[in-house]
């Protein structure tokens, strides 16, 4: 390239710049973006003024806001410059209602009331077990239910009861029981009126205290759902021989606290 070339160019570039300063001074400034016009020196000035300014706003109320003023300041993100500027905060993070799942809500709920309520069962000490032989314990011994008449031994009223405080915080109601212990005259009675369906008489976890049967509606949609989901948090289960296809007959609304069961019950008896 020679020097004629080289003039040639500089003085082109020299028009060109003219003429783009030239339409610079014709646009108005946009008020969304200042750096088109604005000193850098000025945009600086807004930013530190608004860390001050915009708790006074009411676009952000006192000790919700995300701009602080003072040394804090230099912790915290600057805000951009169209926050800056029209005084609306641009937000990324979700509310916490549309954060958390449902599953998630509830456990909460369900935490908070039992740490609300923490005698499940007052009067009960949950002990465990009684002296006697199947339906032969003292009804002393026992625990009486919410129901105000059904028993089942300290330990199984006592997680029932549990059961019972986190049933009440989803439905807003007791859990519907219709059995709980049952002595050895009320489970040959039993046995004399449903023949097969019943446990021969001291053989059943009734007669130790160790199982209820539900209300029947209760193993049913929303609750028999739900029972199944939390019944084994608590230690209660639906044994597999009165399950549909178990070994018994099939009897959804009995439930046993298992761990009794195992230890001192009648493992495979209703
Ligand atoms: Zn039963």
């Not at 029981?177 to 039993?190: C, F, K, N, P, S």
């Not at 199982?211 to 609750?223: F, Q, R, V």
């Amino acid at each position: 390239m020679g020097p004629e070339r080289a003039a040639v160019s500089a003085d082109s570039r020299r028009a060109r710049r003219e003429a783009e300063l030239a339409a610079q001074a014709q646009v108005p400034p946009h008020p969304l973006h200042p750096r088109r016009w604005l000193p850098r020196f000025a945009v600086l000035a807004a930013l530190a003024g608004i860390t001050v300014a915009l708790p006074l706003t009411e676009n952000v109320s006192p000790g919700n806001g995300t701009f602080v003023a003072g040394a804090q300041a230099a912790a915290v993100p600057l805000p951009s410059t169209v926050e800056a500027l029209t005084g609306v905060v641009v937000t990324t993070t979700p509310p916490p209602a549309i954060a958390a799942d449902g599953t998630t809500a509830l456990r909460a709920e369900v935490a908070a009331s039992r740490s609300e309520e923490r005698d499940p069962l007052p009067g009960c000490d949950g002990a465990d077990r009684p002296a006697g032989a199947n339906g032969q314990l003292r009804t002393s011994d026992l625990c009486t239910l919410w129901t105000g008449s059904l028993q089942l031994r300290g330990d199984a009223a006592y997680s029932i009861a549990e059961l019972n405080l986190a049933f009440r915080a989803r439905f807003g109601r007791d859990l519907c029981l219709t059995d709980g212990y049952r002595t050895l005259a009320e489970q040959r009675v039993l046995k004399s009126r449903k023949g097969g369906l019943a446990a021969v008489p001291g053989r059943s976890n009734h007669g130790w205290g160790l199982a209820i049967d539900l209300c029947s509606p209760e193993t049913k949609g929303a609750t028999g759902r739900w029972i199944k989901e939390n019944g084994p948090i608590y230690g209660w289960e639906n044994p597999d021989w009165a399950l549909s296809g178990g070994s018994g007959p099939f009897e959804p609304w009995h439930w046993e606290y298992t761990r009794g069961v195992m230890e001192d019950g009648e493992y495979y008896s209703s």
